[in-house]
């Protein structure tokens, strides 16, 4: 019943910018903060930003800084992920996640309770 859906993946080349969606159902939605992992192939999880819920501080990772930024609309459930001048290293299957809380380090894939399928995001030149 608990599910986050994330869509807006597809091909696009190298400086080119595309807009993820999440759109969450069966928790409450205000509750949680999201955050953004990728992982590519050969890679491990990593995580690329985060939107709290108490504070709105928004946390990016320094590779994605400057580049990618992230909201949530409350009001329509989705969190929404801006991607501009995307470079091949961005290629990987993009996840939503939501978490209660996370402490004091919101990398930590541990603390997040809901999970999105993924969506596919591939770069190229």
């Known amino acids: 019943e608990v599910q986050l859906v994330e869509s807006g993946g597809g091909l696009v080349q190298a400086g080119g910018s595309l807009r993820l969606s999440c759109a969450a159902s069966?928790?409450?939605?205000?509750?949680?903060?999201f955050g953004w992992f990728r992982q590519a192939p050969g890679k491990a999880r990593e995580g690329v930003s985060y939107h709290s819920t108490s504070d709105e501080a928004v946390y990016y990772a320094e590779s994605v800084k400057g580049r990618f930024t992230i909201s949530r609309d409350n009001r329509r459930n989705t969190v929404y992920r801006q991607m501009n001048s995307l470079q091949p290293e961005d290629t990987a299957v993009y996840y939503c996640a939501a978490a209660f809380s996370t402490g004091n380090n919101w990398l930590d894939s541990a603390r997040y309770s809901y999970w999105g399928q993924g969506t596919q995001v591939t770069v190229s030149s």
């Open positions: 069966g928790f409450t939605f205000h509750d949680y903060g």
